[in-house]
């Protein structure tokens, strides 16, 4: 069973008069495990097709299947529910809450899911992304890279089975955005991690088990390759 499945996915927006597809019948399937990289230029869809896979975005025809179940008919309460147990999400901008600091802001999730051990599993994901020494920082204290493993270590906190990251390193020079690169790249496969990443840089798709491309909302090449799971456990 597929850890992440889409079945004819088509998003459409209003533009003036006209409907716009920015999602064109997509079918993709991704293994447990497995490390899928979608590429594609700017205003190709990549944002919008990981927002449909985490159910922030409802499709206009088909359907988001995560561990064979559909998605697109729970309520918000339930897809809120699902994203907190099962998706982790990395953004480019990185999302912390200001007000709290990065020891805080990994905290977070595991206290909403009322985990036992949160302060301490929020130390530990901490110092593992070597960040010891800033947990109790506010993010305006922290650098762009910092304040990137701050959000990957929330994304990993309560170990959720999948992994979406919207252009992680997208705001990060080059040798910054390579270690943030490795970091997610490590802890994925340390916790057996399904991950789907969106990118237009080479250098970050390269790391995947599997790279497909979307063109104006279209998927060119989404056939798994043949030891695509086993290359991600």
Same mark, same amino acid.
């Given at each position: 069973?597929?850890?992440?499945?889409?079945?004819?996915?088509?998003?459409?927006?209003?533009?003036?008069?006209?409907?716009?597809?920015?999602?064109?019948?997509?079918? /993709? %399937?991704?293994?447990?495990?497995?490390? $899928? *990289?979608? @590429?594609?230029?700017?205003?190709?869809?990549?944002?919008? +097709? #990981? =927002?449909?896979?985490?159910?922030?975005?409802?499709?206009?025809?088909?359907?988001?299947?995560?561990?064979?179940?559909?998605?697109?008919?729970?309520?918000?309460?339930?897809?809120?529910?699902?994203?907190?147990?099962?998706?982790?999400?990395?953004?480019?901008?990185?999302?912390?809450?200001?007000?709290?600091?990065?020891?805080?802001?990994?905290?977070?999730?595991?206290?909403?899911?009322?985990?036992?051990?949160?302060?301490?599993?929020?130390?530990?994901?901490?110092?593992?992304?070597?960040?010891?020494?800033?947990?109790?920082?506010?993010?305006?204290? /922290? %650098?762009?890279?910092?304040?990137?493993? $701050? *959000?990957? @270590?929330?994304?990993?906190?309560?170990?959720?089975?999948? +992994? #979406? =990251?919207?252009?992680?390193?997208?705001?990060?020079?080059?040798?910054?955005?390579?270690?943030?690169?490795?970091?997610?790249?490590?802890?994925?496969?340390?916790?057996?991690?399904?991950?789907?990443?969106?990118?237009?840089?080479?250098?970050?798709?390269?790391?995947?088990?599997?790279?497909?491309?979307?063109?104006?909302?279209?998927?060119?090449?989404?056939?798994?390759?043949?030891?695509?799971?086993?290359?991600?456990?």
């Amino acid at each position: 069973m597929a850890s992440i499945e889409t079945r004819n996915l088509t998003r459409r927006l209003p533009s003036g008069p006209n409907l716009i597809t920015i999602i064109d019948d997509v079918n /993709l %399937s991704v293994a447990p495990g497995e490390f $899928v *990289a979608v @590429a594609g230029p700017s205003g190709s869809g990549k944002s919008t +097709l #990981l =927002a449909l896979l985490a159910g922030l975005d409802r499709p206009d025809e088909g359907e988001v299947l995560i561990g064979g179940a559909p998605i697109s008919n729970l309520s918000e309460t339930d897809l809120a529910l699902l994203r907190r147990r099962r998706i982790g999400f990395v953004f480019q901008s990185f999302q912390l809450i200001a007000n709290y600091t990065a020891h805080e802001n990994v905290m977070l999730p595991l206290e909403l899911n009322g985990a036992n051990g949160a302060r301490r599993r929020a130390a530990d994901l901490l110092e593992r992304l070597g960040l010891a020494e800033r947990t109790h920082h506010y993010p305006s204290e /922290l %650098s762009g890279g910092e304040q990137q493993r $701050v *959000a990957l @270590a929330r994304a990993f906190a309560a170990s959720p089975e999948i +992994l #979406l =990251a919207d252009e992680p390193t997208g705001n990060l020079d080059g040798d910054t955005g390579r270690t943030v690169l490795d970091a997610l790249v490590a802890m994925r496969q340390e916790q057996r991690t399904t991950l789907v990443l969106v990118s237009h840089d080479d250098a970050v798709t390269s790391s995947a088990d599997r790279c497909v491309h979307l063109r104006d909302g279209r998927l060119l090449d989404a056939s798994p390759e043949p030891d695509a799971a086993a290359a991600g456990s």
